[in-house]
């Protein structure tokens, strides 16, 4: 009920339509990965979803925002059924939240910049990605790119402008034999710039 | 309520689109080849599509000036959106953007609501054009500053000034002329010319008009669906103030700023690298593919009838 709200506002809003340029909706297990730019990209890439893949796609959000507010709690974790990660502590595996739900068969909705970038194309790749990629070999990648985003709602501002916004799905890749994590890291920011 | 003009007005558009539907109907049945068969398809998605549109019309024209208004503030949000979201700005037009959405877009139709004719023509030409610079100025960053300036001016002009000026007929004085009739008068006549040229250049199309601006638009179908639509608009001369010959008249400059800004807004979009404005109608494109005969032709024939017949 809450999450057909949510999905119809940011329908109203800033569109959201999902576009499959590489790959087509389906229920195998995908980390999808996606350039970050607003507050809005965790929601648009779940509400550009069909119904019944959201279900078993999980965001990954960061406890310091998502996990704050009572309300952004009852979002995150009500509704999105994300998984919070802690990009502040050193100590515990950061990913180990991710690597419990993806050994559980879900999937996972990801922005490996980490943080929120204000440039038209997605800043370098954190290592997560590459982590998750080798200790789960079978998963699909599939880079997403969320157009037009960063003009609707750019780092610093409240108010989303209503312009259309869409999330391009690319064509899934694999960690391949033996790759290393740089050169794997700029081909999977690669795929995410190619759809732009 | 009275059974007035309006109705059997309306009444008479849906008897035109259930004589369509049958029609595309009968020639869904008869087509054998492959590219015929996508042409009709087009045109029955068309059709479709118009009923949804005329639906919405009926509403807006039966409950009156304030549903109306509601109505074109929406068609405008959605050309605004369109246009926005296929021109290419900066994040730091995020505040100029903002305000044409949320000040001006609402501002233009308030003074529609309340009749305030040297407000509504002078709101946007002169304070968003003056205030939207300033607002993307503040940020400092001057790369591509004036085609960015110059596309939000745009947009605004065209999706919210030049469309206001449709229901803004409701404000004029036309002595016993209910002023709703002559907005069907502008909508019917642009839009049927739109159809009919359409329909014109399908049948007997070969020179092409402008092959770089709009490859499908031909003389044959300007004139001959312009012709056709100029004499519908005389037919029309009794729900108007015009004598039929001065309904020719008006109609004949609907046609041709309709026209135009068609083809204006064909270049506007191919320059911006798209085919659409949008994917709203199936069929149609966007909503500012529906409406970019409108925006020229609503502020001519907004003045035309203001400056001749309004008290």
């Given at each position: 009920?809450?999450?057909?709200?949510?999905?119809?506002?940011t329908r109203?809003?800033v569109g959201g339509q999902g576009v499959w340029?590489?790959?087509?909706?389906?229920?195998?297990?995908?980390?999808?990965?996606?350039?970050?730019?607003?507050?809005?990209?965790?929601?648009l890439?779940?509400a550009a979803?069909?119904?019944?893949?959201?279900?078993?796609?999980?965001?990954?959000?960061?406890?310091?925002?998502?996990?704050?507010?009572?309300?952004?709690?009852?979002?995150?974790?009500?509704?999105?059924?994300?998984?919070?990660?802690?990009?502040?502590?050193?100590?515990?595996?950061?990913?180990?939240?991710?690597?419990?739900?993806?050994?559980?068969?879900?999937?996972?909705?990801?922005?490996?910049?980490?943080?929120?970038?204000?440039?038209?194309?997605?800043?370098?790749?954190?290592?997560?990605?590459?982590?998750?990629?080798?200790?789960?070999?079978?998963?699909?990648?599939?880079?997403?790119?969320?157009d037009n985003?960063?003009?609707?709602?750019?780092?610093?501002?409240?108010?989303?402008?209503?312009?259309s916004c869409v999330a391009r799905?690319?064509?899934?890749?694999?960690?391949?034999?033996?790759?290393?994590?740089?050169?794997?890291?700029?081909?999977?920011?690669?795929?995410?710039?190619?759809?732009? | 309520?009275?059974?007035?003009?309006?109705?059997?007005?309306?009444?008479?558009?849906?008897?035109?689109?259930?004589?369509?539907?049958?029609?595309?109907?009968?020639?869904?049945?008869?087509?054998?080849?492959?590219?015929?068969?996508?042409?009709?398809?087009?045109?029955?998605?068309?059709?479709?599509?118009?009923?949804?549109?005329?639906?919405?019309?009926?509403?807006?024209?039966?409950?009156?000036?304030?549903?109306?208004?509601?109505?074109?503030?929406?068609?405008?949000?959605?050309?605004?959106?369109?246009?926005?979201s296929?021109?290419?700005?900066?994040?730091?037009?995020?505040?100029?953007?903002?305000?044409?959405?949320?000040?001006?877009?609402?501002?233009?139709?308030?003074?529609?609501?309340?009749?305030?004719?040297?407000?509504?023509?002078?709101?946007?030409?002169?304070?968003?054009?003056?205030?939207?610079?300033?607002?993307?100025?503040?940020?400092?960053?001057?790369?591509?500053?004036?085609?960015?300036?110059?596309?939000?001016?745009?947009?605004?002009?065209?999706?919210?000034?030049?469309?206001?000026?449709?229901?803004?007929?409701?404000?004029?004085?036309?002595?016993?002329?209910?002023?709703?009739?002559?907005?069907?008068?502008?909508?019917?006549?642009?839009?049927?010319?739109?159809?009919?040229?359409?329909?014109?250049?399908?049948?007997?199309?070969?020179?092409?008009?402008?092959?770089?601006?709009?490859?499908?638009?031909?003389?044959?179908?300007?004139?001959?669906?312009?012709?056709?639509?100029?004499?519908?608009?005389?037919?029309?001369?009794?729900?108007?103030?015009?004598?039929?010959?001065?309904?020719?008249?008006?109609?004949?400059?609907?046609?041709?700023?309709?026209?135009?800004?068609?083809?204006?807004?064909?270049?506007?979009?191919?320059?911006?690298?798209?085919?659409?404005?949008g994917v709203m109608?199936?069929?149609?494109?966007?909503?500012?593919?529906?409406?970019?005969?409108?925006?020229?032709?609503?502020?001519?024939?907004?003045?035309?009838?203001?400056?001749?017949?309004?008290?």
């Amino acid at each position: 009920m809450i999450g057909a709200l949510i999905v119809g506002a940011t329908r109203l809003v800033v569109g959201g339509q999902g576009v499959w340029v590489g790959c087509s909706p389906s229920d195998r297990q995908r980390i999808y990965f996606a350039n970050h730019s607003s507050h809005l990209d965790t929601i648009l890439v779940w509400a550009a979803m069909p119904p019944e893949l959201r279900r078993r796609v999980r965001p990954v959000a960061a406890a310091d925002y998502w996990g704050k507010g009572r309300l952004q709690r009852r979002i995150s974790l009500g509704v999105l059924n994300a998984v919070l990660i802690d990009r502040q502590t050193r100590s515990s595996d950061p990913l180990g939240p991710l690597k419990t739900a993806l050994a559980a068969g879900d999937s996972l909705i990801l922005f490996p910049e980490g943080t929120r970038g204000t440039g038209e194309l997605p800043s370098r790749f954190k290592p997560g990605l590459y982590h998750l990629a080798k200790a789960f070999p079978e998963v699909e990648l599939v880079p997403v790119f969320l157009d037009n985003l960063r003009r609707a709602l750019p780092k610093g501002s409240l108010l989303p402008v209503p312009l259309s916004c869409v999330a391009r799905f690319g064509a899934p890749l694999h960690l391949d034999e033996g790759e290393a994590k740089p050169a794997f890291l700029d081909r999977a920011r690669e795929a995410v710039v190619a759809l732009a | 309520m009275t059974f007035g003009t309006m109705h059997y007005l309306i009444g008479g558009v849906v008897a035109l689109l259930a004589v369509a539907s049958l029609a595309g109907w009968a020639i869904s049945r008869r087509v054998t080849s492959d590219a015929a068969r996508q042409t009709v398809r087009n045109l029955n998605a068309r059709i479709k599509a118009w009923w949804v549109m005329v639906a919405i019309f009926a509403v807006a024209f039966v409950f009156g000036k304030a549903v109306t208004i509601l109505l074109f503030v929406a068609v405008s949000f959605y050309c605004l959106r369109e246009f926005y979201s296929l021109t290419p700005t900066h994040p730091s037009d995020h505040a100029a953007m903002a305000a044409a959405f949320y000040i001006f877009l609402p501002l233009q139709y308030w003074l529609v609501w309340i009749d305030w004719v040297t407000m509504l023509t002078i709101a946007i030409p002169v304070y968003a054009f003056l205030a939207l610079p300033v607002l993307s100025m503040l940020k400092g960053v001057t790369a591509d500053y004036l085609q960015r300036v110059a596309k939000i001016q745009w947009g605004l002009m065209l999706a919210v000034f030049c469309i206001s000026h449709a229901p803004a007929l409701l404000m004029l004085d036309l002595g016993g002329t209910p002023p709703v009739q002559l907005l069907f008068f502008l909508v019917t006549v642009v839009q049927l010319s739109d159809v009919l040229q359409y329909v014109a250049g399908k049948l007997f199309g070969r020179h092409k008009m402008a092959p770089n601006v709009s490859p499908s638009k031909t003389w044959e179908g300007l004139i001959g669906g312009g012709l056709a639509a100029t004499g519908v608009g005389a037919a029309l001369w009794w729900i108007t103030p015009f004598s039929p010959f001065e309904a020719a008249g008006m109609a004949f400059a609907i046609v041709v700023a309709g026209a135009l800004g068609g083809l204006v807004l064909s270049a506007v979009k191919r320059s911006l690298g798209a085919k659409d404005w949008g994917v709203m109608i199936e069929g149609h494109g966007g909503a500012l593919d529906r409406m970019d005969s409108v925006t020229f032709a609503a502020p001519l024939f907004f003045h035309l009838v203001n400056y001749f017949f309004a008290r």
